[in-house]
């Protein structure tokens, strides 16, 4: 059974990378572009460049829409895992101690699962696994050896 599960984990980490992806790029298109009800439930949206909602926002949608898409996935869930732990630290930690009591969940949730992205890569079904595979194709093609002719 362990042998079948171990050959699942890439697909089982690419839906993962995807379904976290697309969440959290949903938080950054309710902020920046109103949709889902928008950041006051009437369509509103943050007004640009305000720190750190707008950025935190950007970061978002950007770095959620990267890992969704498993482009650059490493690099962006760094980021958008460091954009979580400055959200966890600077706006819910000052409330309480623990998550539950601070409603910070989702920010250490996200920071969390972004950084375990870092480690992991993208997974099955990413942009950067069908990349990799062109180049190395690419690489292992025997140059052409004829002689160039004027």
Not at 68 to 75: E, I, P, S
Not at 79 to 84: D, E
Not at 138 to 144: H, K
Request: net charge neutral.
């Amino acid at each position: 059974m362990t042998g079948r599960l171990d050959g699942a984990q890439p697909y089982a980490l690419g839906l993962f990378r995807i379904v976290v992806g697309l969440l959290f790029a949903c938080h950054g298109a309710v902020a920046l572009l109103g949709v889902l009800g928008g950041v006051d439930g009437k369509g509103g949206t943050v007004a640009t460049g305000t720190w750190p909602n707008w950025y935190a926002a950007v970061i978002e949608l950007v770095g959620g829409s990267l890992v969704m898409l498993g482009l650059g996935t490493r690099a962006a869930a760094f980021v958008s895992s460091g954009a979580m732990a400055y959200a966890y630290f600077k706006v819910h930690q000052p409330e309480a101690l623990w998550p539950l009591q601070n409603d910070g969940e989702g920010a250490a949730l996200y920071c969390w699962a972004m950084f375990l992205l870092v480690f992991t890569g993208s997974g099955a079904f990413g942009l950067d696994r069908l990349l990799s595979r062109r180049t190395a194709a690419e690489e292992r093609r025997p140059a052409d050896k004829s002689p160039v002719t004027a």
